[in-house]
């Protein structure tokens, strides 16, 4: 009998015991979200396992099997969690009415959506670009995501363009919608890919300044460096 303790001893280090026997499986839960997350990044959906991230968590398997039935089920919690998080942060980057000037606007948003991009990087990279998951399990929520961040801007687009005196706007916002968020998602890409060229206080008024003046704008910092030598 003291042997079989002994044993059971070295395999479930003594200090993480106290956490997984006094902590419910509500409070339990986000521990191992945590280190699930860890883990999904470092190996992948498909490298990741139950034994792994209860290693990580510091507790034993059935501790983790006791808050999540499967590692399904846990990598489907985790996305929900890191999903809200995320568009929480991108609905708060959106101003909630269509501005007088639209270059300043879209600065504002885009500058604001960046900084949450680069202070969260792991989980834009799971829950937009795919990282650490399972593609099916990614993609559908990546769109439906993308859907809610199309609507809002196409909703601010269509009263500015109203504004304007634009007739039947609605068409053209919608469009105009899915060029802004691809133009965003594809500046987060090249702040993740090359941190050490962005900071998003100034890429997002230099992007604002490309989108809505266009050719103007090349033309601008054309000029700025010429002026700057």
């Not at 639209?102 to 670009?129: H, K």
């Not at 109203?162 to 500046?187: C, I, Q, S, T, Y």
């Not at 050719?215 to 460096?225: G, K, Q, Y």
Request: hydrophobic share 50%; proline share 6%; glycine share 6%.
């Amino acid at each position: 009998m003291k042997a079989a303790a002994s044993a059971s001893e070295a395999v479930a280090p003594t200090a993480a015991r106290p956490r997984a026997e006094h902590l419910g499986p509500e409070r339990r839960r986000p521990l191992i979200l945590d280190a699930a997350f860890a883990v999904f990044l470092d190996r992948g959906y498909d490298g990741a396992s139950m034994d792994a991230i209860a290693q990580e968590a510091g507790v034993t398997k059935p501790v983790v099997y006791s808050c999540f039935a499967s590692k399904e089920e846990l990598f489907a919690a985790l996305l929900a969690r890191e999903e809200e998080r995320i568009l929480d942060q991108i609905a708060s980057a959106i101003p909630a009415r269509a501005d007088a000037d639209p270059e300043q606007t879209l600065a504002d948003a885009l500058t604001a959506f960046l900084r949450a991009v680069a202070d969260s990087p792991d989980a834009y990279r799971v829950i937009f670009l795919g990282s650490g998951g399972a593609n099916g399990a990614i993609a559908e929520r990546v769109e439906r995501g993308r859907r809610a961040q199309v609507d809002a801007v196409a909703a601010l687009a269509e009263a500015w363009l109203a504004m304007r005196g634009v007739e039947d706007p609605a068409n053209p916002a919608r469009l105009l919608a899915h060029a802004l968020v691809g133009a965003a998602e594809a500046a987060a890409r090249a702040l993740l890919a090359e941190p050490e060229l962005w900071e998003p206080e100034t890429m997002g008024p230099m992007l604002a300044r490309m989108i809505v003046r266009g050719e103007r704008a090349i033309a601008d910092l054309t000029a700025n460096e010429g002026d700057a030598a």
